[in-house]
């Protein structure tokens, strides 16, 4: 009875705000079977609500329209108020026809859908070989029928697409024939395997249509599309996977990312990614009354609904369909704040994928590629970087820091960037890939198809050493407390990560390993470390003239940033003050950077002799040692981009190493920085080229020891930018 009760007082209020309206809505529907369940559900509203809330917000009627766009035009003519839409249509609603979304579909796993292939188990099909065979997808840019199963393929660099061309003559000419429904006006050969009625008259024609009546529409019809042979592969979301018959279920497998099969059971593992699933749309103008109405809905008739017994908000079978206004698998609505942003509602990766398909008109956003740089040392490097390359457009985008970067990344402000290892391990957290991978080897392998394309098994690292002056005779591993640290930047390899698995001191036993931060405050009197803050930034200088900055700033404008930084701590400013006792580092260029602090004028009359490496079991050896006596291993640095742009990073990177390797004489160099006044400027200097490793995992290349030891930092260290990495779309609704 109470609960009774409270449902009538909502809905009291509800009607005491909006009676002024008085407003029918009107509901788009794109099928008989679709319009027959809006009608009961008009019914059922008159029948279970009071008559004063009926006539104040609760009327409803059932406009048809012959596809998901008709709707969309609808809508934006007056002439229906609301629909349900796939998530990568309600996007083009919104950015293109200036509707607004008012709800989200919510499953049993979150506001997400997972995108998965599926063939039949005979099939000899992986998804390395799809070129050519047919193709069945639930619509066109929906999110697991299009644009996740694209973007994979494009990251992969297995889809070609040149860049004066819209996406879906890519496509069209990488299936030998294929249904999309709603891609009439996109390409023939995109409609070829549709089965929908033609007609000349358009409200009669359904063939390749966004409408139950096109037979291989939504997932259903795409796993009809190839159940019934029509098709080779099926582009679906996983919650389709259910209502699969279960005799059928045995004759159908998942193709997976790395070239093999599965179940159908196994989509959580064996997916081609996850995107955000469906969501409600109207006119701005009404956005208000349309939440009101979908929350009385709801209340009335959800899962939870009181009256579910005269009708189900998320059932079609009793009306001879399936997913009819809203997917048959929806748990309820998430009704969404006032002016929320795409990107809140979708998620950043998911809008960066649209716009990189090219869901806003555009082709590739005119081929440039915008590159991250943190300093002004590293624009000035792009720039000429830039000049050199004139065929290829390239613009220099200023960041804060290499987390900036990876941030901007995500926001689709910048493209790319080459990460350090621990910052790649957290590219890859927040769902950027890999393109190439620095090369540090004495020689670079050409592939087989030449052109300055470099392959290899063998991914050679660096290696962290501490170094300290030969005139400090007490200090050792074990021996550092209270001493002045040099620390290279904020998630530094060598500088960061590997200093905390060593014995600083005996006096503190590295009680928090997992807390580099931590340890380094307590062992430290103070030190530098670019991007940190309290007693770890009171050795930093900061930067001056073009590259003013703040002390302790998370970039090369900080003059004790980095390998070169940390070098120049070691041995202080050029008046002789603000030092360190010792210099967490990489060990590549070292000797190469000592003489470079003479030539520079930081300091006069330091040589190699002048300094010793810390080893790990308490003793000290010669720079020219670092093989025996280092930190440990660090992977390469790992250029890194949303997975849609992987090609045509690649393309400006292999131009690039062409140009550069071909006009030794020009002046630019694409991995020397000393002209520039610091070292490892956008790449290392220790660079040889760039080997082709859009084909792997960050992971793979990074290692199992180096990223079992990141993932257990982060475990227990906060991070700024994975916290706004983990701002999961798919589960705060």
Not at 37 to 55: D, G, H, I, M
Not at 488 to 503: E, F
Not at 652 to 664: F, G, H, I, N, V
């Amino acid at each position: 009875m109470m609960k009774l009760v409270s449902v009538i007082v909502v809905l009291l209020l509800l009607l005491c705000s909006i009676t002024s309206w008085g407003k029918k809505m009107r509901w788009c529907a794109v099928s008989e079977a679709e319009q027959k369940k809006c009608a009961e559900l008009a019914k059922a509203l008159v029948a279970v609500l009071p008559p004063a809330a009926v006539t104040a917000f609760a009327r409803l009627s059932c406009v048809k329209a012959y596809s998901t766009a008709d709707c969309i035009n609808k809508i934006r003519d007056n002439k229906a108020d609301l629909v349900t839409l796939d998530a990568g249509e309600v996007y083009s609603a919104v950015k293109q026809f200036g509707l607004t979304v008012v709800a989200k579909e919510i499953y049993r796993d979150g506001g997400c859908i997972l995108a998965v292939a599926v063939v039949r188990n005979n099939s000899s099909l992986d998804m390395r070989s799809l070129q050519g065979s047919r193709s069945c997808h639930s619509g066109a840019r929906w999110t697991a029928g299009w644009s996740l199963p694209l973007g994979h393929l494009l990251s992969r660099n297995l889809l070609p697409w040149a860049e004066d061309e819209p996406i879906s003559q890519a496509v069209s000419a990488f299936f030998n024939a294929s249904c999309v429904p709603g891609a009439t006006t996109m390409a023939a050969n995109l409609c070829f395997l549709c089965k929908g009625q033609r007609s000349y008259i358009r409200q009669k024609n359904f063939h390749c249509e966004t409408s139950h009546s096109e037979p291989f529409y939504h997932n259903q019809g795409a796993l009809r599309c190839l159940q019934s042979g029509a098709g080779d592969i099926a582009f679906v979301d996983h919650t389709a996977l259910d209502s699969i018959d279960e005799r059928e279920k045995d004759e159908l497998r998942l193709l997976c990312t790395d070239g093999s099969l599965a179940p159908l059971s196994s989509f959580r593992t064996c997916n081609l990614g996850r995107g955000p699933g469906g969501g409600v749309v109207t006119r701005m103008n009404i956005r208000k009354i349309a939440r009101k109405f979908l929350v009385a809905a709801q209340m009335s008739f959800g899962w939870r609904g009181r009256e579910r017994r005269r009708f189900q908000l998320f059932e079609s079978a009793s009306f001879g369909g399936s997913d009819l206004l809203f997917r048959d698998v929806t748990e309820k609505l998430s009704v969404l704040m006032e002016d929320m942003d795409m990107s809140q509602v979708l998620g950043l990766d998911y809008v960066a994928l649209l716009k990189g398909l090219g869901h806003e008109g555009s082709s590739l956003e005119d081929s440039v590629v915008r590159w991250c740089c943190i300093s002004h040392a590293e624009q000035k490097k792009c720039e000429q970087w830039a000049i050199s390359i004139k065929s290829d457009p390239l613009v220099c985008v200023k960041a804060s820091s290499m987390s900036d970067c990876i941030e901007k990344i995500k926001r689709d402000e910048v493209d790319a960037v080459s990460l350090d290892a621990t910052h790649a391990f957290i590219a890859g957290k927040c769902g950027l890939v890999p393109v190439v991978t620095e090369y540090y080897g004495e020689k670079c392998e050409t592939s087989a198809g030449g052109g300055g394309h470099f392959e290899s098994n063998e991914l050679p690292p660096v290696y962290g050493v501490a170094v300290v002056r030969r005139s400090s005779k007490s200090l050792f591993f074990g021996s550092l407390a209270d001493r002045r640290s040099c620390h290279g930047h904020m998630y530094s390899p060598a500088g960061w990560v590997l200093p905390v698995r060593h014995t600083l001191s005996t006096e503190h036993n590295n009680s928090a390993p997992c807390e580099p931060n931590k340890v380094y405050s307590e062992v430290f009197w103070k030190g530098c470390l670019p991007g940190g803050q309290g007693n770890l930034c009171k050795v930093c200088m900061g930067g001056t003239e073009e590259a003013a900055t703040k002390r302790c700033a998370d970039n090369h404008n900080e003059r004790y940033y980095g390998n070169m930084g940390a070098l120049r701590c070691l041995v202080g400013d050029p008046t002789g003050k603000s030092f360190g006792d010792v210099a967490f580092m990489e060990h590549h260029n070292l000797e190469s950077n000592i003489e470079r602090l003479n030539t520079s004028g930081w300091a006069e009359g330091w040589v190699t002799w002048d300094f010793e490496l810390l080893c790990s079991d308490g003793s000290r050896a010669p720079l020219s040692q670092w093989k025996s006596c280092n930190l440990g291993a660090v992977p390469p640095n790992i250029v890194m981009t949303r997975p849609v742009l992987t090609a045509r990073i690649y393309d400006l990177l292999m131009k690039s190493q062409d140009t550069t390797e071909a006009r030794p004489d020009s002046g630019f160099h694409l991995f020397e920085s000393q002209q520039y006044g610091e070292s490892d400027l956008l790449f290392k200097d220790v660079t040889k080229c760039l080997v082709h490793t859009s084909h792997m995992d960050y992971r793979t290349i990074l290692g199992n020891e180096f990223c079992s030891q990141a993932e257990s930092i982060f475990n227990c260290t906060h991070s700024n930018i994975l916290q706004f990495c983990n701002q999961d779309v798919c589960s705060i609704f």
